[in-house]
Every structure is written in C-alpha cells, then in structure tokens.
C-alpha cells in the first residue's frame, strides 16, 4: 500500500512539474505570436514529417525483430510492427514509458515471459546507447566548432554509464565478479532487480552481431526523430536554418528528456528546444511552436496504435 501510494505521488508530482514547466514558457513567451506561428504550418509538411515518424516506427520495430528472431520467437515482422504501434500508443497515455515496454511483453510472452522481458529489455538498452553516441557526437561538435562545452560532460558520463551497464548485462565474467557487491544492494530492492535483468538476458552475451546491428539502428532511429522536426520548422515558412543544428539539438534534448522529473519529459522537452534553438537563430515562439507541432504529429500516429488495440486480438 506504502509503495502503491508513493508511486502515485511520484506520478502526481511529475504532472505538477510538467505543467509548471509549460505554464513557465507560456508567461514569459508572446501566446499570440506562439499561436501564429501554428497556424501558418502548412499541413502537407506536418504529412512530410510524419514520414521520418513512421520510419521510426519501422526502425524501432525491426530492431526489437532482430531481438525476436535471436530469442526465436516466431513472430512475423507485420505482428511485430502492430505491437510497437500499441506500445506507443500507451507510452503517450500512461505516465511512464514502461507502460509500453509491458504491452509488448504481454502481447509476446505466452509461456515464454522471460524470454519476452529479455528482449524488450534488452531492445531499450541498446536504444539508449544509439541515443547517447548520436548525443556524444553533437556535443563533440559544439566543442570543436563552437568551442561550447557545458553538454560534454553530461554526455559522456551518460555514454559511460550506460555502457558499463551493457557490458554489465552481456557479459556473464564482468558479472560473476560484482555480482556479491551487486546482491549487497539493498536499497530499493535495486540489487535483487539487476540480478534477474541479466538472468532475463543472459543469452544475448555472446551476440555481438546482433548487439551491434541493433545499435546502429538506433542510430538511425535518432537520425530520423532530428529529421521531423526540421520538417515542422519548413512548414512554417522558415528556410534560414537548415538541417544541421536539428542533428544536435534535438538527440541533446531526448537524452535531457529521460530525467524522471516530469511526464514523459513534459515541460523538460519545450523548455530545451526553446533554450537551444535560440542558439540557432530561432526565437522562442518558434521553436516552442516546432515542439509542440512535433509531439502532435507523433501522437496522431500513435493513435493508429489505440486502434489496433482495440480492433486487433491479443494472440
């Protein structure tokens, strides 16, 4: 019951965060030239930009395909594609993202549940190592061209931590020798926890190839989520900015995103398009407007996801 509650509020707080962080930008930006600027988009680049979505949709899916295939679920690419769409769908409608990464093990466990959880696991990890690397790859940029430096250390500590905990995951000698130290861990049950993650993907230790394909793929999937809202900015009437500062604002923004402070990055997300896109010339009715005009091309397309949730049978 303690527990229950205190995850209540946790989400409750996140909501009251998101929200001041958005009523933040709405009392110090201009609301009408905010509003100005959506309703100049044309609706044939916000089509434009769907496309780059769609084909993260794709990417996304293929790459926990190959995570499937490995586990040898035999699972049709065309099924496994509806099931990312549902889990969408409920990443937009539920407090946590994890809310996805369940339908998708629901819709695949049957009397393999370990397996499923293995590579829905194993499938965000190698999601956040793409993030980083194309994050990493921006920064290094800002440093050696722009000589900004005030990103680099966040990135690389994030890249180090999430790549000590792959090796972690995959490697069963890296784990059998902190495994006593990682049993010790008593707080919030973290220990226990990280014990059964690797239990669960244990046999993607030797998979390098399959590790590293899946990693490259979310480098492309990075790529294309700074492609969309380029897009946006295009549909506004806006060519002085090109393609360039979206590849390194935009990865920049999803890693800052995933701090568990607001829902789903609510609020964190426009803030920091505001703050960096000034860097590029934009103001901050524009680049509040890229964001907010993004996000609702996204979510309309995981609608598509409700409707296969409701339409389509669980098997």
């Not at 995570?67 to 496994?80: A, G, Q, S, Y």
């Not at 900015?233 to 604002?249: D, K, R, S």
């Amino acid at each position: 019951m303690k527990s229950a509650k205190y995850r209540q509020l946790l989400v409750i707080a996140r909501v009251v965060v998101g929200v001041g962080l958005i009523v933040f930008l709405f009392r110090t930006l201009d609301i009408s030239t905010l509003i100005g600027h959506i309703r100049t988009v044309e609706l044939k680049y916000l089509a434009y930009a769907a496309i780059p979505y769609i084909l993260f949709v794709i990417l996304s899916a293929w790459r926990w395909q190959i995570l499937l295939d490995f586990k040898r679920f035999t699972m049709p690419f065309n099924r496994t594609l509806r099931i990312y769409l549902i889990s969408l769908f409920f990443n937009n409608f539920l407090p946590t993202t994890v809310g996805g990464d369940m339908m998708r093990v629901v819709y695949t466990m049957k009397d393999r549940r370990a397996d499923s959880l293995a590579t829905v696991l194993v499938d965000r990890i190698l999601g956040f190592v793409g993030l980083f690397i194309f994050a990493l790859f921006a920064v290094v940029y800002l440093l050696m061209v722009k000589n900004e430096t005030e990103f680099l250390p966040f990135m690389v500590i994030g890249l180090v931590v999430v790549s000590l905990i792959t090796f972690l995951f995959f490697s069963r000698r890296a784990y059998r020798v902190i495994s006593p130290l990682i049993c010790k861990v008593r707080i919030f049950g973290a220990g226990a926890r990280i014990r059964r993650l690797h239990e669960a993907g244990n046999d993607f230790s030797n998979a390098w190839g399959t590790i590293i394909a899946c990693i490259v793929l979310s480098i492309l999937i990075q790529a294309t989520l700074a492609i969309a809202p380029y897009l946006v900015l295009l549909g506004m009437g806006n060519t002085g900015v090109n393609l360039l500062p979206f590849f390194i604002y935009v990865p920049i923004i999803n890693v800052i995103s995933m701090i568990p402070v607001s829902l789903n990055g609510l609020g964190i997300r426009e803030n920091f398009y505001v703050i960096l896109f000034s860097r590029a010339g934009l103001s901050g009715e524009l680049s509040l407007a890229i964001s907010l005009l993004s996000f609702f091309v996204i979510f309309m397309l995981s609608l598509n996801g409700g409707v296969l949730f409701v339409f389509n049978k669980q098997r």
